[in-house]
Structure formats: structure tokens, C-alpha cells
């Protein structure tokens, strides 16, 4: 893969900017930069207008941030330091992420600068924790409650939390986390249970109140569905017969094998678009992941931008936007976006 600097007026607005060539798709590189006071900055999802939501460490702890148009907004302290991190956003510009509001660690929904405490399952559970991954068009959130022992997945819906459960398990308190929901309210997660000694991991599906585990060769091991796209592709990893996860999808209910780029043993996969691309990350046995792209089954290296000696992918967009971050050699983690050059966004 080659790259180059790319001069541009990004740099006068102190956005490092480069591109990438990638089997003939040239990304131009944008460092979103931080909020005041932020050292290491972690981008989780991104929309269609291109807004970027996530996390920035900083000397007083956790702070959320939404990137639009440029800046980045610290939301911990547009919603008077109540939102610490922010996982989720739709294509309404409506952010959701864990907050602690009125003592309680709970989901919460953003949007037009108000803050919504998306509750609990009833007044009983107030003081338990609850979080929300992502939330769709139609304003459904998928997230998890904690419970003494265990957690449950959860939707909100109208204004409601509902707890969604776990897959069945033989063992002790199994728990399960939501990570997405598509725009036809499924969603995709992980079911956790502990037996042997350790935790067996298993992807799910959840539609029509039934929850499903996602099938895996019967000679691989555990498996995560981190993202759903709108017709129902999912995508995760999976631990190969060797022992080493790879990035897979779920298409019409088959797992296939993304395997990961030339020479490297691991990979996975953390977000699906509507176009069927997927991004994630890939490694050596030296563990230093570098950011790629499927698209039709096949990786692309995106690239160690700014000097970089790891990066990953996170998010992407129906435009083909891609944000992720990559580590400096300072130790730095910089928030970045890949955009497809033409941008057809």
C-alpha cells in the first residue's frame, strides 16, 4: 500500500491530512483532533452526515465528544458532566452513550442539547447500571443492564425499557450485551456463560422477541456479532480451529470467514454499512493491528496514518466514511477519519 501527504487547506485548520491508495480507492486521512485538556481519543460510530461520536481520556477522567463540521463538542461538559462516554449515533444526529445522572450510571439519549436519562426497568432497578451501544432512525436503543451476578441485554423503545435476556445456558447466570440494532429493530450481540472454568462467548440475533445464537463451524470456537446493517448482515468474529479469532459475517444465515490481510493471524470485524463493506482490524503475531476494509470479502489495508504503529477501524458510513484511531509513536491514540477520495458524500 503506498501514501502520501496531501496538501490541502485541512492543515491551515490543523487537520494532518494524507491519503491512501487501497486497490484503487485513495482515502484522504483526517486527525479530528480533541477537546481541551483530551490526550487519547476513541471514536465509536459514525453517521450518513458524517458526525463522529466517542471518548476522550483526560486528566479528570472521561469525557464524550460529538464531531460535526470540523470541532469537536465536549459533551460531558455540554450536559454539565453528566455524559462520559458516547457509543451511538443515527443519521438524526441523535447521540447515546452512559452517563451518571441523579447518582445512578445509566443509558442515556442526546439530542438538540438535552440530555435524557433512558431509566431503568422499573423503579427497583434504578440504582443498577445500564448503558446503550447504539441507537437507529427510528430512535429504538440497544444496550444492557448490569444486575447483581450478571447482565441482559435491553432495548428502549417509546419512551421503555425492555429487558431482552440471554441466550439459554446450562451454566450459572449467563449475561449478554447488545452492541447494535438495525433499522428493522434487530439486534446483534454477545451471550457470555461461565463453565470449565472459563467464559464460552456466543453471537446472538434478536428479532420479534426471540433471541437466537449465530451459527459457527462446528470446529470453531466463540463468536461476537458486534454490527447489523439495515438487510440484516452481521458482522463479528469467530475463533478459527487454531485459535485465532477472525473477522466473519453472518449473510442469510451462513457464517463466512473474512480471513484477514496477507501474512497476518488475526483479525476482526466491528462495523457494517448498507453497501455490505466492513471494517475492522488485522494483525500479526506481534499484535500491532492495522486498520482494514472487506469489501466483497476481500481486506484492505488502510494504512498506519501519521507515523503510526497501530490502528484500527470502527465505524462506517453508507458513503464508505471510515473512523477509527491510531496510536502514535508518543502513545498518543488520535481519533481519525478515512474518506473515500472522490468523497461521494
Given at each position: 500500500?503506498?501514501s502520501?501527504?496531501?496538501?490541502s487547506?485541512?492543515?491551515?485548520?490543523?487537520?494532518?491530512?494524507?491519503?491512501?491508495?487501497?486497490?484503487?480507492?485513495?482515502?484522504?486521512?483526517?486527525?479530528l483532533?480533541?477537546?481541551?485538556?483530551?490526550?487519547?481519543?476513541?471514536?465509536?460510530?459514525?453517521?450518513?452526515?458524517?458526525?463522529?461520536?466517542?471518548?476522550?481520556?483526560?486528566?479528570?477522567?472521561?469525557?464524550?465528544?460529538?464531531?460535526?463540521?470540523?470541532?469537536?463538542?465536549?459533551?460531558?461538559?455540554?450536559?454539565?458532566?453528566?455524559a462520559?462516554?458516547?457509543?451511538?449515533?443515527?443519521?438524526?444526529?441523535?447521540?447515546v452513550?452512559?452517563?451518571?445522572?441523579?447518582?445512578?450510571?445509566?443509558a442515556?439519549?442526546?439530542?438538540?442539547?438535552?440530555?435524557?436519562?433512558?431509566?431503568?426497568?422499573?423503579?427497583?432497578?434504578?440504582e443498577?447500571?445500564?448503558?446503550?451501544?447504539?441507537?437507529?432512525?427510528?430512535g429504538?436503543?440497544?444496550?444492557?443492564?448490569?444486575?447483581?451476578g450478571?447482565?441482559?441485554?435491553?432495548?428502549?423503545?417509546?419512551?421503555?425499557?425492555?429487558?431482552?435476556?440471554?441466550?439459554?445456558?446450562?451454566?450459572?447466570y449467563?449475561?449478554?450485551?447488545?452492541?447494535?440494532?438495525?433499522?428493522?429493530?434487530?439486534?446483534?450481540?454477545?451471550?457470555t456463560?461461565?463453565?470449565?472454568?472459563?467464559?464460552?462467548?456466543?453471537?446472538?440475533?434478536?428479532e420479534?422477541?426471540?433471541?437466537?445464537?449465530l451459527?459457527?463451524?462446528?470446529?470453531?470456537?466463540?463468536?461476537?456479532?458486534?454490527?447489523i446493517n439495515?438487510?440484516?448482515?452481521?458482522?463479528?468474529?469467530?475463533?478459527?480451529p487454531?485459535?485465532r479469532?477472525?473477522?466473519?459475517?453472518?449473510?442469510?444465515?451462513?457464517m463466512?470467514?473474512?480471513?484477514?490481510?496477507?501474512?497476518?493471524?488475526?483479525?476482526?470485524?466491528?462495523?457494517?454499512?448498507?453497501?455490505?463493506?466492513?471494517?475492522?482490524?488485522?494483525?500479526?503475531?506481534?499484535?500491532?493491528?492495522?486498520a482494514?476494509?472487506?469489501?466483497?470479502g476481500?481486506?484492505?489495508?488502510?494504512?498506519?496514518?501519521?507515523?503510526?504503529?497501530?490502528?484500527?477501524?470502527?465505524?462506517?458510513?453508507?458513503?464508505?466514511?471510515i473512523?477509527?484511531?491510531?496510536?502514535?509513536?508518543?502513545?498518543?491514540?488520535?481519533?481519525?477519519?478515512?474518506?473515500?477520495?472522490?468523497d461521494?458524500?
Amino acid at each position: 500500500m503506498s501514501s502520501k501527504i496531501v496538501a490541502s487547506l485541512l492543515l491551515l485548520l490543523a487537520f494532518a491530512t494524507l491519503a491512501v491508495n487501497a486497490q484503487a480507492v485513495e482515502y484522504r486521512v483526517v486527525d479530528l483532533g480533541t477537546i481541551a485538556g483530551g490526550t487519547d481519543v476513541r471514536p465509536s460510530a459514525i453517521n450518513n452526515r458524517g458526525q463522529v461520536v466517542g471518548t476522550v481520556s483526560t486528566s479528570s477522567g472521561y469525557h464524550a465528544f460529538l464531531w460535526q463540521n470540523g470541532m469537536m463538542v465536549d459533551l460531558t461538559a455540554e450536559t454539565g458532566g453528566a455524559a462520559y462516554t458516547a457509543t451511538g449515533i443515527n443519521n438524526r444526529g441523535q447521540v447515546v452513550g452512559t452517563a451518571t445522572l441523579g447518582g445512578f450510571t445509566h443509558a442515556y439519549l442526546w439530542q438538540g442539547g438535552e440530555l435524557t436519562d433512558l431509566g431503568a426497568l422499573s423503579q427497583r432497578y434504578c440504582e443498577y447500571p445500564s448503558s446503550a451501544s447504539q441507537i437507529n432512525n427510528s430512535g429504538q436503543v440497544a444496550g444492557g443492564l448490569s444486575l447483581p451476578g450478571y447482565s441482559h441485554a435491553c432495548v428502549w423503545q417509546k419512551g421503555a425499557m425492555e429487558d431482552i435476556g440471554a441466550l439459554p445456558s446450562e451454566f450459572f447466570y449467563p449475561s449478554c450485551s447488545a452492541s447494535d440494532i438495525n433499522s428493522r429493530g434487530q439486534v446483534v450481540g454477545v451471550s457470555t456463560s461461565y463453565h470449565g472454568g472459563h467464559n464460552s462467548y456466543t453471537g446472538f440475533i434478536w428479532e420479534r422477541g426471540k433471541m437466537t445464537e449465530l451459527p459457527i463451524p462446528s470446529d470453531w470456537w466463540y463468536s461476537h456479532a458486534y454490527a447489523i446493517n439495515d438487510r440484516g448482515t452481521i458482522a463479528g468474529s469467530a475463533t478459527t480451529p487454531t485459535g485465532r479469532p477472525h473477522a466473519v459475517e453472518w449473510l442469510n444465515g451462513t457464517m463466512i470467514d473474512l480471513g484477514t490481510l496477507p501474512g497476518d493471524a488475526f483479525s476482526f470485524a466491528y462495523d457494517i454499512n448498507n453497501s455490505g463493506q466492513v471494517v475492522g482490524s488485522s494483525s500479526g503475531s506481534d499484535g500491532n493491528e492495522r486498520a482494514c476494509t472487506w469489501q466483497n470479502g476481500v481486506p484492505t489495508n488502510l494504512g498506519l496514518p501519521f507515523g503510526a504503529f497501530f490502528s484500527k477501524a470502527y465505524g462506517v458510513n453508507d458513503s464508505g466514511w471510515i473512523c477509527g484511531e491510531c496510536y502514535t509513536p508518543d502513545h498518543i491514540g488520535h481519533a481519525v477519519l478515512w474518506q473515500p477520495i472522490p468523497d461521494t458524500q
